[in-house]
């Protein structure tokens, strides 16, 4: 059974960094796509970066192209959001999800293309 579980969400200035964590267990993910995606109050969940377990391709959301960076650690089955440049708009619950790709050839965007899910960490940039 697949599980996920994030971590290291938490309260920062903005300006600031935070990495999260994503642990993965249950199953191999090589032929996965790992997503995280955010949700603040009020809002839809939205896409912030994904990459392909098998080979690294990475994607990113328009809001964090060029201050997030998504990375996955193959031993340890561990896939990391690193956070720079934080903003008050980055405030949200941030999730890990996962898919298996099934020969998709691309990392998917949209949460509904998502089955397994982590339980989510708060992330909260102060101005």
């Known amino acids: 059974q697949v599980r996920l579980e994030e971590s290291g969400g938490g309260l920062v200035q903005a300006g600031g960094s935070l990495r999260l964590s994503c642990a993965a267990s249950?199953?191999?993910?090589?032929?996965?796509?790992m997503g995280w995606f955010r949700q603040a109050p009020g809002a839809e969940r939205e896409f912030v970066a994904g990459?392909?377990?098998?080979?690294?391709?990475?994607k990113y959301g328009d809001s964090v192209k060029g201050r997030f960076t998504i990375s996955r650690d193959i031993a340890n089955n561990t896939i990391y959001l690193q956070m720079n440049s934080l903003k008050p708009e980055d405030t949200a619950v941030y999730y890990c999800?996962?898919?298996?790709?099934?020969?998709?050839?691309?990392?998917?965007?949209?949460?509904?293309?998502?089955?397994?899910w982590g339980q989510g960490t708060q992330v909260t940039v102060s101005s």
């Open positions: 999800a996962a898919e298996q790709l099934l020969g998709r050839a691309e990392v998917p965007l949209q949460s509904f293309e998502y089955n397994y």
């Open positions: 249950g199953r191999s993910f090589l032929t996965f796509a």
């Open positions: 990459l392909m377990w098998y080979g690294g391709i990475t």
